[in-house]
């Protein structure tokens, strides 16, 4: 759990798994022009998430030059792995060792995480160039932005949670059988959440 919790609180670490729930397996040359970080960044939070089981890598030994021989790819789902940490089991046991503010600490990050990594995904859509074809003369990335009254802002939380329950139906709905993390989504689609509230002044 707490490697998982580090993971979730690092942006460079939701960005370069953004990237490869996208374009799916990558060489680390690749995944620094994508993201954009510095080589110690990314390779300290590739190691990171090779050890909490997130990433997994290989090794392609027809290619010579160590940039492009190396591949890294998604093993698990993050979300689903931190819904397997938030059982009440462990909750239970992590307060019998006294840690029990570390799975509220969990609880709390883990409640904006598919929010925050559709935004990820959504700053990476929008900022590459789409991949096309040479004869082609242009691409685009086409945005829609709606924005909805949802009511009372008392508590956010739920309607984050609210929002959390649809994604996860519609899901399930379209999801015709298990993804392979390795090859990347040929038509992505993200949607990006952006939860806004004002104060009682209007402020």
């Not at 998430?49 to 492009?68: C, H």
């Not at 990820?120 to 929008?126: A, F, G, N, P, R």
């Amino acid at each position: 759990m707490e490697l998982m919790t580090r993971i979730i609180k690092i942006d460079s670490c939701l960005s370069i798994y953004s990237y490869l729930l996208l374009f799916g397996k990558t060489t680390p040359a690749k995944l620094r022009d994508g993201t954009g970080l510095s080589k110690a960044t990314m390779f300290r939070n590739l190691a990171l998430m090779l050890e909490a089981g997130v990433l997994a890598n290989e090794q392609d030994s027809d290619v010579t030059d160590k940039r492009y021989s190396q591949h890294y790819y998604i093993s698990r789902n993050i979300i689903e792995m931190s819904k397997e940490l938030s059982s009440p089991d462990l909750a239970s046991y992590a307060d019998s060792q006294g840690r029990a503010g570390l799975v509220a600490e969990w609880a709390s990050n883990l409640e904006f995480l598919p929010a925050t990594l559709n935004q990820y995904t959504t700053h990476l859509l929008v900022s590459m160039p789409c991949q096309k074809e040479p004869e082609e003369s242009s691409s685009s990335v086409v945005t829609k932005l709606m924005v909805f009254r949802v009511g009372e802002g008392e508590n956010p939380g739920e309607v984050v949670r609210s929002l959390q329950d649809f994604v996860e139906w519609f899901d399930s709905k379209h999801k015709t059988k298990r993804r392979d993390w390795r090859k990347p989504i040929q038509n992505p689609v993200v949607l990006s959440i952006s939860l806004v509230s004002a104060d009682s002044a209007g402020r």
